[in-house]
T-cell receptor, first 113, second 114 residues
C-alpha cells in the first residue's frame, strides 16, 4: 500500500528566503505524485504534479518539485517566498492514477515578514 | 468552469444526531471522492464513486456512514449517529477519470460534534 511521509510538520521562513518542503513516499509500482496547497477554510488546490518524463516539475505560484526515484522523494521548492504563501501543503501519491490519492499529514508553511 | 460545490459550509450537531452533506461535482467528471480531514491531519479517503457505482469504500465506517451518488452526478454523505470523533472537515473532490488529471476539491463542510 502506498504511504506518504512529510518530514516537517511546520516550516517557518522569512519573506524572500528560499524554502524546501520534504516529501517521501512508498509504493511498489510506478507512481503519480502531487502537491496541493490549502489556505485557511478552503479546499485543496493543485500546485503541481508528476506523471512521467522530466523529473523537475514546475507548478503555479513559482513552486517546483523534483522527483527522485532512487530516494523515493518529491520535495517542493520555491526560491523566494511571499507572505501569501503561508498555508498548509500536502504531498499525495497515486499508483499510476489507478488508485485514489493518499495524502501526507501536511506541512504548515509560515512566512515571516 | 464552475468548481465543486459543497453544502453546508459549517454544521454543529450533538452526538447521536444525524447529518448529511451534499456535493455537486464539476460537470462531466465521472469520478467523485469523499475525504475526511481531521484537524492537523491529511485528508483520508472515505469513498470513491465512478459514475454512480462504488469503486472503493474500504475505509468508510459503514455502521454509521453512508453515501450515494444518484444518476452519477450529485452525491450525499450521511452520518447516523454521529460521534465526537467525527468532528472534521469533509471534502468532496471530482476528476475526469482517475488521478491523471488531478482532483478538483470543494471548499469542504466543517462538522463539529458536541
Amino acid at each position: 500500500a502506498q504511504s506518504v511521509t512529510q518530514l516537517d510538520s511546520q516550516v517557518p521562513v522569512f519573506e524572500e528566503a528560499p524554502v524546501e518542503l520534504r516529501c517521501n513516499y512508498s509504493s511498489s509500482v510506478s507512481v503519480y505524485l502531487f502537491w496541493y496547497v490549502q489556505y485557511p477554510n478552503q479546499g485543496l488546490q493543485l500546485l503541481l504534479k508528476y506523471l512521467s518524463g522530466s523529473t523537475l516539475v514546475k507548478g503555479i505560484n513559482g513552486f517546483e518539485a523534483e522527483f527522485n526515484k532512487s530516494q523515493t522523494s518529491f520535495h517542493l521548492r520555491k526560491p523566494s517566498v511571499h507572505i501569501s504563501d503561508t498555508a498548509e501543503y500536502f504531498c499525495a501519491v497515486s499508483d499510476n492514477g489507478n488508485t485514489p490519492l493518499v495524502f501526507g499529514k501536511g506541512t504548515r508553511l509560515s512566512v515571516i515578514a | 468552469e464552475a468548481g465543486v460545490a459543497q453544502s453546508p459550509r459549517y454544521k454543529i450537531i450533538e452526538k447521536r444526531q444525524s447529518v448529511a452533506f451534499w456535493c455537486n461535482p464539476i460537470s462531466g467528471h465521472a469520478t467523485l471522492y469523499w475525504y475526511q480531514q481531521i484537524l492537523g491531519q491529511g485528508p483520508k479517503l472515505l469513498i470513491q464513486f465512478q459514475n454512480n457505482g462504488v469503486v472503493d469504500d474500504s475505509q468508510l465506517p459503514k455502521d454509521r456512514f453512508s453515501a450515494e451518488r444518484l444518476k452519477g452526478v450529485d452525491s450525499t454523505l450521511k452520518i447516523q449517529p454521529a460521534k465526537l470523533e467525527d468532528s472534521a472537515v469533509y471534502l468532496c473532490a471530482s476528476s475526469l477519470s482517475g488521478g491523471y488529471y488531478g482532483y478538483t476539491f470543494g471548499s469542504g463542510t466543517r462538522l463539529t460534534v458536541v
